[in-house]
């Protein structure tokens, strides 16, 4: 009798627990719903929240589904969208847990990231970036190795110019390994990072080498955009500019790589096909048609006729607190385009880790010669 009463007790303990653990399980996600709903309502300077959250114990992961974050107004209390997902899933990254890395993963299911025109100086992109990690670090206990954004969206709207501007970047998707150099420790550049997006029926790709865990800035990273419809960026062109596009293509090349605390790299834009007045604006008034038709001249002047293209190449170095860009070299860039070569579109290859920090001989242009600044007049009398 006693052994049966003492396996009844046993049995009862066990159940007891169980049930205890079913109930935990049952409750954990609209626990953590409720901090994470409170934490978004509390935040300075944003209002955000969750619609729910799944949890999958087994697979050490829980989801977030359909969230949004408001950049939030305190003295108007409006609220202007800026960051909104599908799906996040945050995760235990296994293939560095193998390897004995205790780090997660991050995955964005149709994400948007927006920007509006009175929030994308610099410093304001800078701290939104910032508080936006913040706000990831606050959900993901683990330090991030790997990250991936499918089907993505990066929009910059202006609801106050005329016409209203609302372009982006769609269909984005983006790969981020070994973040926190969790495997491949003995590559000086151990994280890998690939983009690509569409940009009005042309296509925007990324690729890019970096060591995150260094404490200056150390990277290799190459860009390219191709064959974008300028005639769809033409509420843009309107709001900043005053002229629209009739046609034409445009193409963007830029190699960066820094090391050390210095930097050196190069951006290369190149318009192709361009034409600005057209039988399409003989609705405009006469002053917007005398407007484009000074444009489209000027677009003339300085393209290569040959190859009807329209490009330069804008070189830059020097540490991360000071870039070093001459204007006339970017100048004298166009008129040797113009007039004696022109720009191949593709990436020249020419910039790496081991380049930057190695000021190159560079043959100066005439522009460059008459109107060279101080620092090189100091330098040629020294060597004289």
Same mark, same amino acid.
């Given at each position: ?208 080498? /970096? ?6 800035? !150390?990277?290799?990273?190459?860009? #390219?955009? +191709?064959? $974008?419809? %300028?005639? =769809? ?113 593709? /990436? ?6 081991? !380049?930057?920090?190695?000021?190159? #001989?560079? +043959?100066? $242009?005439? %522009?460059? =010669? ?15």
């Amino acid at each position: 009798m006693k052994t049966t009463s003492r396996k009844k007790k046993t049995w009862r303990i066990v159940l007891a627990v169980l049930a205890l653990f079913v109930v935990i399980r049952l409750a954990l996600p609209y626990v953590i719903l409720y901090y994470a709903n409170k934490t978004l309502a509390t935040m300075d300077g944003y209002r955000g929240h969750i619609k729910d959250i799944d949890l999958a114990l087994l697979r050490g992961a829980y989801k977030i589904d359909s969230v949004y974050l408001n950049k939030y107004d305190s003295a108007s209390q409006q609220q202007t969208a800026f960051f909104g997902a599908k799906m996040i899933d945050l995760s235990v990254e296994w293939k560095a847990l193998f390897k004995g890395g205790i780090v997660g993963e991050l995955v964005f299911d149709s994400p948007t990231l927006r920007f509006t025109k009175d929030k994308v100086e610099p410093n304001q992109v800078q701290k939104d970036s910032s508080d936006f990690r913040t706000l990831l670090n606050n959900f993901m206990p683990l330090d991030v190795n790997r990250v991936e954004i499918n089907n993505g969206r990066i929009a910059y709207i202006d609801e106050h110019s005329s016409p209203k501007v609302d372009i982006a970047l769609t269909n984005a998707h983006l790969l981020a390994l070994n973040l926190r150099n969790s495997y491949d420790s003995t590559s000086v550049l151990p994280a890998t990072v690939t983009a690509q997006a569409d940009v009005y029926e042309g296509t925007l790709t990324i690729n890019a080498r /970096l060591n995150p865990m260094s404490p200056r800035p !150390t990277f290799d990273v190459n860009a #390219e955009v +191709k064959n $974008t419809n %300028l005639v =769809k960026l033409n509420d843009f062109f309107k709001a900043y500019a005053s002229v629209d596009i009739n046609r034409g293509s445009f193409g963007l090349y830029s190699e960066a790589a820094a090391k050390n605390g210095r930097f050196d790299g190069y951006v290369k834009p190149l318009i192709t096909n361009l034409k600005v007045l057209g039988p399409e604006d003989r609705h405009d008034t006469l002053l917007q048609k005398i407007w484009e038709g000074i444009a489209g001249g000027v677009a003339q002047i300085f393209k290569n006729q040959r190859k009807d293209q329209l490009a330069t190449k804008i070189p830059f170095e020097g540490d991360i607190k000071e870039p070093e860009t001459n204007v006339w070299f970017v100048i004298g860039n166009i008129l040797q385009n113009a007039f004696i070569r022109a720009i191949q579109p593709s /990436l020249d290859h020419e910039v790496s880790l081991g !380049t930057v920090g190695t000021r190159k #001989e560079e +043959k100066k $242009t005439f %522009l460059e =010669k008459v109107f060279g600044s101080k620092d090189d007049k100091k330098d040629k009398k020294k060597k004289d």
